[in-house]
């Protein structure tokens, strides 16, 4: 059974830095392509930033290029999003998301998800 679960959100202040994590369990990074997304109220869920190793591909919006770097651990299954200069506009609930061996950053593509994980950027 694939499961994802999130953690490192919280609070923090304009200019800030986090680090979200998302531990996998289910399935190998090798066969899949994950990703980070955001939803804030009111709003659509985005891509932020996507990784596939098989791909060897990464793809960025551009709301966070320069700013978020995403990596994972294969051997641990465990994906990561550092975010730096974090901005109020960043506030959304972070959610870690896979599918199998299908290339992109679009939502409907993905398949399983986890339960998100709240970011607030204060100003």
């Known amino acids: 059974e694939v499961q994802l679960v999130e953690s490192g959100g919280g609070l923090v202040q304009a200019g800030g830095s986090l680090r979200l994590s998302c531990a996998a369990s289910g399935f190998t990074f090798d066969d899949y392509v994950i990703g980070w997304f955001r939803q804030a109220p009111g709003k659509e869920r985005e891509g932020v930033s996507c990784?596939?190793?098989?791909?060897?591909?990464?793809y960025y919006a551009d709301s966070v290029k320069g700013r978020f770097i995403i990596s994972s651990d294969n051997a641990k299954t465990t994906m990561y999003l550092q975010m730096n200069s974090l901005k109020p506009e960043d506030t959304a609930v972070y959610y870690c998301?896979?599918?199998?061996?299908?290339?992109?950053?679009?939502?409907?593509?993905?398949?399983?998800w986890g339960q998100g994980t709240q970011v607030t950027v204060s100003s």
């Open positions: 998301a896979a599918v199998r061996d299908q290339w992109g950053c679009a939502t409907a593509i993905y398949d399983y």
């Open positions: 990784i596939s190793s098989s791909h060897g591909s990464t």
